[in-house]
């Protein structure tokens, strides 16, 4: 005999408004014996609570109405199983409450760039209200060796760069070193490091 759960209301990941949220429910199933309706139930939070049932092939369909879905953490809710056999199955679900939250947004900021982002959510379950945050980070600075300068390509068809330094103040008789490395072609063939020098001279 084989006991199989599945279909919880909610799927991993999944989020739900807390007004639309008012049943949980979970199909069981048994391929040889019969589901005990009276031995299957829900717990919530360490505690068994009533719990309905319709049947469906193969198996029943468990219902659980809480009385309040308000919670300020977890709910931990277990769907016990057992079958006419005396197999028993516990499958668990923890559901997190909160605001569903997400940043997906892809910019190029640039070096060395400090970028606001804010926040806005509204709490549907008591005393509607909106609360919003603010919050920056710092971009990575462009890396600074020697000379410290930004490679763009000319054009498409050729790989000629333009070197921008990020400081135009040298000091006269230094050599300075660049190393141009990481360069790719479309098939993912690496060019060996590429490496020259200059010196700029002091002509007073």
């Keep these: 005999m084989t006991i199989l759960v599945e279909n919880f209301s909610i799927g991993v990941g999944e989020w739900v408004p807390v007004v639309n949220l008012d049943c949980f429910t979970v199909d069981v199933f ?5 589901i005990s309706t009276s031995g299957t139930y829900f717990i919530h939070d360490d505690q068994i609570v009533p719990t309905s049932y319709s049947g469906i092939d193969g198996g029943y369909r468990c219902y659980y109405y809480p009385t309040s ?13 057992e079958n006419t056999s005396s197999g028993v199955v516990e499958r668990s679900f923890h559901l997190l409450y909160g605001y569903h939250c997400t940043f997906d947004e892809i910019v190029d ?5 400090e970028v606001v982002t804010t926040i806005e959510a509204t709490n549907t379950v008591f005393c509607p209200n909106t609360e919003g945050a603010a919050f920056y980070f710092e971009t990575k600075d462009l890396e600074s ?13 050729d790989l000629g760069a333009v070197i921008y330094p990020q400081s135009t103040f040298f000091f ?9 490395s990481g360069v790719k072609d479309f098939s993912g063939n690496e060019l060996a490091p590429y490496t020259f020098s200059f010196t700029i001279e002091d002509l007073v």
């Design 145 to 157: 060796y020697d000379l410290g300068a930004l490679l763009i390509p000319v054009e498409s068809v």
């Design 109 to 113: 900021w640039g070096p060395k760039n």
């Design 69 to 81: 879905v308000a919670s300020s953490g977890t709910i931990n809710l277990t769907i016990h199983v």
């Design 172 to 180: 006269y008789d230094r050599t300075y070193t660049i190393t141009v």
């Design 30 to 34: 048994e391929d040889t014996d019969t």
